[in-house]
């Protein structure tokens, strides 16, 4: 079996656009097919967290750096002589607002133990739950990790436009419009919002990734 290759955002708007029944976007426009699927996106960092190591930027002789991250769950150090990773350990409590016995965050900048023994050959990385970043152009790939990553993208989707349509006639008289939704009536249409809202319950709890505790 070939393995898993993520869409790009065009071809994620054309599978999402199939899924609604509304492939040629009479409907639902390529911008709004677009913020459904960014709004999925979201639903995946929230249900499946993205577990990444990412290297940070450390000026030696500094015991303090700015970070991009939310959740820092390891910091690790390796000194270039010898080649090992090592943990550094996570501060338990602060003296006087600071933390002595590991290192802390606060906001942006990341503090390192004081009584750390540093060296400019250090490198530093964090074991961290980075978020997917939003589809902003068509040959974009999406950030995801495996197929389950796209299914619940387009699960999502799905479920939140046949809300949509139950609740803006104007919306749901455009869809019904096109030759394959014709026959589809407000009834019919509830129906399938309904099964579409528990495929979308039924999925998250099967697919859902608990985090670590910090």
């Known amino acids: ?19 609604l029944r509304d492939p040629t976007f009479q409907t639902f426009t390529e911008t709004h097919v677009g913020s459904l699927i960014n709004e999925g996106i979201a639903e995946v960092d929230r249900l499946r967290p993205w577990e990444r190591f990412v290297f940070l930027g450390w000026t030696y002789p500094s015991y303090t750096m700015t970070v991009d991250l ?15 990773w090592r943990t550094v350990p996570r501060a338990t409590h602060a003296i006087e607002g600071i933390a002595k016995d590991g290192w802390d965050q606060w906001g942006n ?30 040959a974009q790939v999406a950030q995801f990790f495996d197929l389950t990553d796209e299914q619940v993208v387009r699960a999502y989707a799905r479920w939140t436009a046949l809300e949509m349509l139950l609740h803006d006639r104007t919306l749901y008289q455009q869809w019904q419009t096109q030759a394959n939704n ?23 709890k099967r697919v859902v990734r608990l985090r670590r505790v910090a």
């Open 1 to 19: 079996m070939a393995p898993y290759a993520a869409p790009t955002f065009d071809a994620l708007k054309d599978a999402v656009a199939s899924d």
């Open 182 to 204: 014709s026959d589809v009536s407000p009834t019919q249409l509830l129906q399938m919002a309904s099964t579409f809202k528990q495929e979308w319950s039924d999925l998250r």
């Open 109 to 138: 900048t990341l503090f390192l133990p004081p009584g750390m023994s540093l060296n400019e050959d250090m490198v530093f990385r964090a074991l961290t739950y980075w978020e997917r970043d939003p589809l902003t152009l068509e």
């Open 70 to 84: 939310q959740t820092i769950m390891t910091i690790e150090v390796q000194d270039t002589a010898d080649g090992w």
